[in-house]
C-alpha cells in the first residue's frame, strides 16, 4: 500500500487501527516531497523534523484514544499564513527573512488536532497572481503537466495536494485562490464564506475579501478541515457569531429536489469547449441525481473584474504600507529614514505589487476616489444583491471555475490584464461575500483537470458538501498524475 495515495478519511481509519503509524505515514510523504520536489517546486520550506517529532506525539495521542480525524494527518500550508516559528515570505524578498512569531488562527483550532505540520508552499507574491509565476522564489508546475502552471495563488498548495505530497494543503483565497488552482491542479478547493474562517495571521491582501481555504483529494476530506477551522474568532471582528453547524450530517443528503442555477453570464463567448463539455455533463449528471436545473441570470456580474481591480488594489496599497523596511523583513540600510523607506520598498516588492499599489493608491487619492473607489463599491452592492436575489429561487449556483484549463508557463506572464481576466468566474464570489467549493469534473483530452464550482448562500456551506460529494461520487473520477 502506497500511503501517499490515501484519504484523509482512510489514513484517520488505519492510524485508529494501528495498522499504521503517524510516523510511517509522515515518513512516506516526506519521501515523496523529496522525489518530487526537484521537478514540482511546491514547497518553499520542508519542515522535516519537526514533522517526525509532531508525528511521534500524534502516535502517542492516538494510543491513549484522541480520535479526531486529523490527529496524526500530515499538512501543508500556503506561505502566506502564519505558523509559529517558522518562516512565512509571502513568497515576497520583502519578507524573505520573517519567521511567524504566533500562529495564525486557522492553524492554532488546527493544531488542537493534532495534524503533522509538513512545510510551506508557495505562492504569488503577496498572494497577487493565477499562476505562482510572480512569487520571488520561482515558479512552482503542474503535477499533470509541467510545462503548464498549477494556477494560483495558491498554486503550491494545490499542486502539494494533486501531487500527494500532503493529505491537505491550506490557501488563502481572495479573487479565486484556493478555488482556480484546485481547478487546476485536479483536487478540491473549498473558499468559505467571508466572515466564516479567522483571518487573523493570514498576511492581508484585501481584508475585505480575504479568506482562507483548503485544499484536498476528497469534498469529505476539504470539510473534516474546514469544520475545525471555522467559527468567530475574537482576534478578526470580521468572523460572525454564527454557530457552526455538524457538517458531516450533510454528507449523505444528495441533491433530489435540490434547485441549481446556471447563471447565463458565466457561459460567454471565449469559453474553451472543452470546459463547456465538462460543465454540462456535470448539470447533466446533476439531473440525474435529482436535482431541478434552470438557468438563471447576474447581470451585473460581468463588471466584477472591474470592481475588484479597483477594490483590491486599494486595500493592498493600504495594507502594504507597513512594509517600510523597519519593523518587518528586508531592510536596505541607508542615510535617513525616508530614503530607507524608499530603498527597502523598492528592492523588495516585485512588479505586481508594485503595480497595484500605484493602482490602488491612485484610485483612493482625493479627486479619483468618487470616480473609481466608490463606483467600484456600488457595483459591488449590486453584484451582492444580485447573488441574493438568485438564491431566492435557488438553493445553488452551478458554474465553471476557469474558462480553460491550464496555461502553459510564460504564455501570459507578459500581460497583467489576461492574467486580471483569469479571476472572471471565481471573483465574483469574494465581491458577494458568498461561499464556493472547486470540484473536479473531468480532463482535457490532453490530460488536464477541469473544475466546476459550486456556490451556496452566506453560511451554507453545507450544501456545498451535500451536493459536491454527490457530484463527486456519480462522476467517480480518479484522478492522480503521473509523475
Ligand atoms: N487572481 C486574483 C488576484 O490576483 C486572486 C488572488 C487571490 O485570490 N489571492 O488578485
Do not use: W
Request: aromatic residues 8%.
Amino acid at each position: 500500500m502506497d500511503l501517499t495515495d490515501l484519504t484523509i478519511k482512510q489514513a484517520a481509519e488505519l492510524l485508529r487501527r494501528k495498522e499504521i503509524s503517524s510516523v510511517e505515514l509522515t515518513q512516506a510523504h516526506l519521501e515523496r516531497i523529496k522525489k518530487l520536489e526537484p521537478k514540482l517546486h511546491a514547497f518553499l520550506h520542508v519542515a522535516e523534523s519537526e514533522a517526525l517529532k509532531q508525528a511521534e506525539e500524534a502516535d502517542r495521542l492516538i494510543g491513549e484514544g484522541e480520535n479526531s480525524v486529523l490527529t496524526g494527518i500530515p499538512y501543508a500550508v500556503k506561505d502566506n499564513i502564519l505558523v509559529k516559528g517558522f518562516q512565512a515570505t509571502a513568497g515576497s524578498k520583502i519578507l524573505e527573512n520573517y519567521i511567524a512569531p504566533y500562529d495564525a488562527t486557522v492553524i492554532k483550532k488546527l493544531k488542537q488536532a493534532g495534524p503533522v505540520f509538513l512545510g510551506k508552499t508557495n505562492l504569488d507574491e503577496f498572494a497577487m497572481g493565477v499562476s505562482t509565476e510572480t512569487s520571488a522564489f520561482g515558479l512552482t508546475r503542474n503535477p499533470y503537466n509541467l510545462e503548464k502552471v498549477p494556477g494560483g495563488s495558491s498554486g503550491g498548495s494545490a499542486c502539494a495536494a494533486a501531487a500527494s505530497e500532503a493529505l491537505f494543503a491550506l490557501g488563502t483565497d481572495t479573487g479565486g485562490s484556493v478555488r482556480q488552482p484546485a481547478s487546476f491542479c485536479g483536487v478540491v478547493g473549498l473558499k468559505p464564506t467571508y466572515g466564516r474562517c479567522s483571518r487573523y495571521g493570514l498576511i492581508a491582501l484585501g481584508s475585505s475579501l480575504d479568506q482562507p481555504g483548503v485544499m484536498a483529494k476528497t469534498v469529505e476530506d476539504a470539510f473534516s478541515v474546514f469544520q475545525l477551522m471555522a467559527g468567530q474568532d475574537e482576534f478578526d471582528s470580521t468572523s460572525l457569531p454564527k454557530a457552526v453547524p455538524d457538517y458531516s450530517k450533510h454528507l449523505h443528503q444528495g441533491v433530489k429536489g435540490m434547485k441549481i442555477g446556471i447563471p447565463k453570464e458565466y457561459f460567454v463567448a471565449g469559453i474553451d469547449p472543452e470546459v463547456r463539455a465538462v460543465v454540462e455533463g456535470t448539470i447533466k449528471k446533476m439531473e440525474e441525481l435529482g436535482a431541478i436545473v434552470s438557468e438563471t441570470s447576474l447581470p451585473h456580474v460581468q463588471y466584477s473584474i472591474a470592481a475588484y481591480y479597483i477594490i483590491l488594489p486599494v486595500e493592498i496599497s493600504a495594507n502594504l504600507s507597513r512594509y517600510d523596511g523597519i519593523r518587518y523583513g528586508l531592510s536596505v540600510p541607508s542615510e535617513d529614514l525616508a530614503s530607507g523607506y524608499y530603498q527597502s520598498r523598492a528592492s523588495g516588492f516585485g512588479p505586481e505589487p508594485k503595480r497595484r499599489i500605484m493602482i490602488g493608491t491612485y484610485a483612493s487619492s482625493a479627486g479619483y476616489y468618487d470616480a473609481y473607489y466608490k463606483k467600484a463599491k456600488q457595483v459591488q452592492g449590486l453584484i451582492k444583491s444580485e447573488f441574493t436575489q438568485a438564491f431566492g429561487e435557488h438553493d445553488l449556483l452551478l458554474t465553471p471555475v476557469s474558462p480553460h484549463p491550464a496555461f502553459g508557463i510564460g504564455e501570459k506572464s507578459s500581460d497583467p490584464l489576461s492574467l486580471y481576466l483569469e479571476d472572471i468566474f471565481t471573483g465574483p464570489l469574494n465581491i458577494a461575500g458568498v461561499p464556493g467549493l472547486s470540484l473536479p469534473a473531468g480532463l482535457s483530452k490532453s490530460g488536464l483537470p477541469i473544475g466546476v464550482q459550486l456556490i451556496a448562500p452566506h453560511f451554507a456551506e453545507e450544501r456545498l458538501l451535500q451536493a459536491g460529494s454527490a457530484l463527486e461520487q456519480a462522476l467517480g473520477l480518479k484522478l492522480k498524475p503521473d509523475l
